[in-house]
């Protein structure tokens, strides 16, 4: 192996630069944006998961068959934690979710063909799950279609990447640059080309070197021969604000970041885990992008597994977004008490929203109000 090989070698195609001092590959293929959608699919996904499907028979609380469905297993291969996970993956990725109902169960195509109608129901065909594709056609009536958006913000990130990506390749090959270990050689290398000459340079270059400049090595020593001498040429040698930091890269991580989570109404602030605010950005987090996406789910149940005529009776169902917040019960005391004292919550409603078991008794479902309160009609004469 020459010389010149031996530098040219450190370069290779498709994009990959091989650091000379370390001998490693490091792809310009980027996963920030992977990343930034995925920490908001599993914060979305896990934030949902804590909430509860309650099923009304006119007016009634029941658990039956649906509450069984939807809370605990949809279908026999996954719980409903894992189902909410698909369907908001799904939701996310491809900016919709069929769900189709076979043999009692909830299954999420993973591919389908829509079409659409103006008048009539919309067709689904080639509706596959898995490696099974059902040889049907499915109706709007008999699947629930959850769309997220009129247009797919997916391709708004895909096209602000396309360009991102190539800032963030750039810093990094920049601090790749600058921060690589850089020698000159000096010697006399006009000499004759004869075999045993060759393998003393090649061992000098290959071996010795390469041990030099391996970082996972406690020491090496490299003997230099005559009529040879090494200068370092590296920037880093020089000093420099941008020499040894990767903050550059770091802050358009954070740029990729940010334009992700305005896109999926997240504060930035929960995927990087800052702890200002939290509360505000919680707040937040859960009027702008979980409500909506509860909404949109329990409404397509709604109108999927129950008449009009039954959804008018108040035979319907809901996502209970209470249970989200972990909420401490010495705050909670004070409005839980000025609640019930109002008749507005009974025993089990409050043991409910402390995430305690309701008692299986009467009293414990009626509703009481303190004597101080008497109706505003009932009042004359300015009493």
Not at 70 to 80: G, R
Request: proline share 1%.
């Amino acid at each position: 192996m020459k010389f010149i090989d031996w530098i040219s070698g450190l370069f290779g195609t498709n994009n990959t630069l091989k650091l000379d001092s370390s001998f490693f590959d490091l792809s310009s293929n980027l996963f920030y944006k992977r990343l930034a959608i995925e920490t908001c699919i599993d914060l979305i996904a896990n934030t949902l998961t804590r909430c509860e499907f309650q099923t009304f028979d006119k007016g009634t609380a029941t658990r039956g068959e649906n509450y069984f469905l939807l809370n605990v297993q949809p279908n026999k291969n996954q719980n409903a934690s894992e189902f909410m996970h698909s369907l908001v993956n799904h939701l996310v990725m491809n900016n919709e979710c069929l769900v189709i109902m076979q043999d009692r169960q909830l299954l999420i195509a993973d591919e389908f063909e829509k079409t659409e109608f103006a008048l009539r129901e919309n067709k689904y065909e080639k509706v596959k799950v898995g490696d099974l594709e059902f040889g049907k056609t499915f109706l709007e009536s008999e699947v629930l279609h959850f769309k997220l958006n009129d247009r797919n913000i997916m391709h708004v990130i895909d096209g602000l990447y396309k360009d991102y990506g190539k800032l963030l390749a750039s810093a990094i090959g920049y601090y790749k640059r600058k921060n690589n270990k850089r020698i000159l050689i000096k010697g006399n290398f006009l000499r004759s080309q004869d075999t045993e000459t060759q393998e003393a340079i090649n061992a000098l270059f290959e071996t010795q070197l390469s041990n030099w400049f391996n970082a996972d090595k406690a020491g090496s020593a490299f003997q230099l021969q005559d009529g040879y001498g090494i200068e370092d040429m590296s920037d880093s040698k020089y000093g420099g604000a941008h020499n040894n930091t990767s903050r550059d890269i770091s802050e358009l991580a954070n740029d990729v970041i940010n334009f992700v989570a305005m896109a999926f109404h997240v504060p930035r602030g929960l995927i990087r885990g800052d702890v200002a605010d939290v509360e505000k950005q919680i707040d937040g987090f859960l009027m702008f992008c979980i409500m909506p996406i509860a909404k949109l789910i329990a409404a397509e149940f709604n109108r999927k597994m129950y008449t009009k005529n039954e959804y008018l009776e108040r035979s319907y169902l809901k996502l209970d977004t209470t249970q989200i917040k972990v909420v401490d019960i010495t705050q909670l005391a004070t409005a839980a008490d000025k609640l019930f004292a109002v008749g507005g919550l009974t025993i089990n409603d409050i043991l409910l929203l402390l995430g305690k078991e309701p008692i299986n008794e009467e009293w414990a479902n009626k509703r009481y109000v303190t004597k101080n309160y008497q109706q505003a009609d009932t009042l004359k004469g300015g009493e």
